[in-house]
Nanobody
Framework: QVQLIESGGGLVQAGGSLRLSCAASGRTSSSYAMGWFRQAPGKEREFVAAVSRRGGSIYYADSVKGRFTISRDNAKNTVTLQMNSLKPEDTAVYYC?????????????????WGQGTQVTVSS
């Protein structure tokens, strides 16, 4: 089992930046692939970014490519999502998630462990 706690959300103007962090406890987070998903009001939870267990493979949704960067520090059991050039459509609750050998990194059903989420609001 692994427990995930997100932090770093908040309110930012369009064009600004935020840095989200996910702290993992319990079973070593390096045993898991890690991902970020988001859910806007009235919409389904969608994939944002993911990183493999040792960081060798990274994946992004097309909507965030070139603006967001995911990274992990297995020594500190943390995963970070650096978000730049934020847009109002990035407004959502952002969730950190952990997956055990996922067959596909962008499918939420492959992630068994989830954080409580952190709100990101981008004003225009």
């Amino acid at each position: 089992q692994v427990q995930l706690i997100e932090s770093g959300g908040g309110l930012v103007q369009a064009g600004g930046s935020l840095r989200l962090s996910c702290a993992a406890s319990g079973r070593t987070s390096s045993s898991y692939a890690m991902g970020w998903f988001r859910q806007a009001p009235g919409k389904e939870r969608e994939f944002v970014a993911a990183v493999s267990r040792r960081g060798g493979s990274i994946y992004y949704a097309d909507s965030v490519k070139g603006r967001f960067t995911i990274s992990r520090d297995n020594a500190k059991n943390t995963v970070t999502l650096q978000m730049n050039s934020l847009k109002p459509e990035d407004t959502a609750v952002y969730y950190c998630a952990a997956a055990w050998y996922p067959s596909a990194y962008d499918q939420r059903q492959n992630y068994a462990h989830w954080g409580q989420g952190t709100q990101v609001t981008v004003s225009s």
